[in-house]
C-alpha cells in the first residue's frame, strides 16, 4: 500500500522557471491538500480539495495553482518560481468529514536560485 | 480563520522525564485536534489525536487533553526515552480538508 506519493524528491530551479509537483494517493481519499513548511512556521496550507473536480485556496496560495481532475492526483504548479518559495512541500489526503486523519506524503525539498 | 499558537519551540529533557508541549486555538468551531510527530527528513505522522467531545485520551505513555472552555490542549509524554526526540506539531481541524499547523516544539531528550 503505497499511501501518498510525492515526486520529485529534491528539485532545484531558476527564478521564473515553471515546475508542477505532482501528488498521489491510492486510498480512495476525497481530500486532499498541499502544505509548505518552513523553519519556525510550522505547515501552513497552500490550496486543498474536497473531491474531483473542487480545489479551494488555503493560507498561502499566491504563486500556486492547482487542479483535481482524478480522485487520485492532485498535483501542484509553480507558475513562476520565486526565492520565496524555498521550501518542503508536502501532500496529504484524508478520508473527507470531521475528524479524520491526514497522512502525509514524504514530501520535495523545493530550492529555487 | 483558524489559529494555532504552539509553545515551546524547543524543549530538552533528560531520559525518564516527562514532556508537556501546549496549544491554542482561536477558532471555537474546531472540533478535531491531532498530533504529528516529525523525525528529521521524514514526513508529519499522526500520533495521537482528540476530538472535542472528549477531554482527554491516552496510548501508552502519549497523552493529550483538551479544554474547549479555555481553548487549549496539550500533549504529554511520560517517560521519555531518546526515540522521542523529534519535532512535534499540534493541529486543528472543523472540515477534515484544513488543518492548521502550530509553528512545532523541537524535543530533544537527553540520554
Known amino acids: 500500500n503505497a499511501g501518498v506519493t510525492q515526486t520529485p524528491k529534491f528539485q532545484v530551479l531558476k527564478t521564473g522557471q515553471s515546475m508542477t509537483l505532482q501528488c498521489a494517493q491510492d486510498?480512495?481519499?476525497?481530500?486532499m491538500s498541499w502544505y509548505r513548511q518552513d523553519p519556525g512556521m510550522g505547515l501552513r496550507l497552500i490550496h486543498y480539495?474536497?473531491?474531483?473536480?473542487?480545489?479551494d485556496q488555503g493560507e498561502v496560495p499566491n504563486g500556486y495553482n492547482v487542479s483535481r481532475s482524478t480522485t487520485e492526483d492532485f498535483p501542484l504548479r509553480l507558475l513562476s518560481a520565486a526565492p520565496s518559495q524555498t521550501s518542503v512541500y508536502f501532500c496529504?489526503?484524508?478520508?473527507?468529514?470531521?475528524?479524520?486523519?491526514?497522512?502525509f506524503g514524504q514530501g520535495t525539498r523545493l530550492t529555487v536560485v | 480563520g483558524e489559529n494555532v499558537e504552539q509553545h515551546p519551540s524547543t524543549l530538552s529533557v533528560q531520559e525518564g522525564d516527562s514532556a508537556v508541549i501546549k496549544c491554542t486555538y482561536s477558532?471555537?468551531?474546531?472540533?478535531?485536534f491531532p498530533w504529528y510527530k516529525q523525525e528529521l527528513g521524514k514526513r508529519p505522522q499522526l500520533i495521537i489525536d482528540?476530538?472535542?467531545?472528549?477531554g482527554e485520551k491516552k496510548d501508552q505513555r502519549i497523552a493529550v487533553t483538551l479544554n474547549k472552555t479555555a481553548k487549549h490542549f496539550s500533549l504529554h509524554i511520560t517517560e521519555t526515552q531518546p526515540e522521542d526526540s523529534a519535532v512535534y506539531f499540534c493541529?486543528?481541524?472543523?472540515?477534515?480538508?484544513?488543518?492548521?499547523f502550530g509553528t512545532g516544539t523541537s524535543l530533544t531528550v537527553i540520554p
Open positions: 477558532d471555537s468551531a474546531s472540533n478535531y
Open positions: 486510498m480512495n481519499h476525497e481530500y
Open positions: 496529504a489526503s484524508s478520508l473527507g468529514g470531521a475528524s479524520t486523519e491526514a497522512f
Open positions: 482528540i476530538r472535542s467531545n472528549v
Open positions: 480539495s474536497v473531491g474531483a473536480g473542487i480545489t
Open positions: 493541529a486543528a481541524s472543523n472540515t477534515g480538508n484544513q488543518f492548521y
